[in-house]
T-cell receptor
């Protein structure tokens, strides 16, 4: 079963508009972390934002915010005032600590959303 | 500060040849991961190490793939013999087991492998 689901393979958004990229996850572990990474056409993976399962508030990093709805198991990325440089692939990822194994620090990634910003 | 360093950045080889990809993690990081990225399968975890010890290699596709981490500052991923379906971008990443964003991966720039 997919642990991370990104249902939008591609999105086109007008420059300066806000955009929401969807991510839902599946876990029975009470302790987990959610990450968003950006991969521009150059190929590198760039960390954007992190949300811990016990964090009380939604994470924000500059123009990026994470709409964390724990009961719905969703962790959508919101980019405000989009820019041409935001055109890239965006990946949602989750880290679980499943018992009884210690230190299960691996990240599982979704299939990604290709975002294109239109001038 | 130096990030994760991978080499080579690009490798073109012929089917049947041995391929060795190298990775130097960020100093002090205790986890090292090898991921493979293809259009068809996305980002797949191949193997990861904790304190130089392999923890989970269930993602290694078959016996042609092997990975080692002889010390805290170096890891290799070897494919022998290589096949065209191994063509992909291979990422190495490292992380710390503790800290504010536990589990955040720091990626290298990737090694793009083409097997003809």
């Amino acid at each position: 079963a997919q642990k991370i689901t990104q249902t939008q393979p591609g999105m086109f958004v007008q420059e300066k508009e806000a955009v929401t990229l969807d991510c839902t996850y599946d876990t029975s572990d009470p302790s987990y972390g959610l990450f968003w990474y950006k991969q521009p056409s150059s190929g590198e993976m760039i960390f954007l934002i992190y949300q811990g399962s016990y964090d009380q508030q939604n994470a924000t990093e500059g123009r990026y915010s994470l709409n964390f709805q724990k009961a719905r198991k969703s962790a959508n990325l919101v980019i405000s005032a989009s820019q041409l440089g935001d055109s890239a692939m965006y990946f949602c990822a989750m880290r679980e600590r499943s018992r009884p194994s210690f230190g299960n620090e691996k990240l599982t990634f979704g299939t990604g959303t290709r975002l294109t910003i239109i001038p | 500060d130096a990030g994760v360093i991978q080499s080579p950045r690009h490798e073109v080889t012929e089917m049947g040849q041995e391929v060795t990809l190298r990775c130097k993690p960020i100093s002090g990081h205790d986890y090292l991961f090898w991921y493979r990225q293809t259009m068809m399968r996305g980002l797949e975890l191949l193997i990861y190490f904790n304190n130089n010890v392999p923890i989970d290699d269930s993602g290694m596709p078959e016996d042609r793939f092997s990975a080692k981490m002889p010390n805290a500052s170096f890891s290799t991923l070897k494919i022998q013999p290589s096949e065209p379906r191994d063509s992909a971008v291979y990422f190495c990443a490292s992380s710390l087991s503790s800290g504010q964003r536990t589990g955040e991966l720091f990626f290298g720039e990737g090694s793009r492998l083409t097997v003809l």
